[in-house]
């Protein structure tokens, strides 16, 4: 099956959505929760474009989002780790 331009666009347009939901990160909640509420975001709106596209909810396509999900995570959390320590060296060297 070729992708159509509606798979197209609502694929875009979902991950704009998935972005939008990054801004949960901006909150006060605790960085699990947001992390929590982000996932169930994205799963929900990951769902919708499959439904939309009739592409079909299988076990493995779940899977494959919650290991897309711990992936990004994880590079995400070291990149922000490795930032920190450049700060923080950056930061000690004026003292």
Do not use: C
């Amino acid at each position: 099956m070729l992708p159509t331009a509606f798979n197209t666009i609502s694929v875009m347009v979902i991950s704009g959505l998935i972005g939008v939901a990054t801004f949960i990160f901006q909150t006060d909640l605790n960085y699990f929760v947001a992390l929590i509420v982000h996932f169930i975001i994205t799963v929900l709106l990951v769902a919708v474009m499959i439904v939309v596209n009739h592409w079909g909810i299988t076990l493995q396509s779940l899977w494959l989002i919650v290991i897309a999900h711990v992936v990004i995570w994880i590079v995400l959390r070291l990149q922000q780790e490795r930032d920190v320590r450049e700060i923080n060296a950056k930061l000690n060297k004026r003292k």
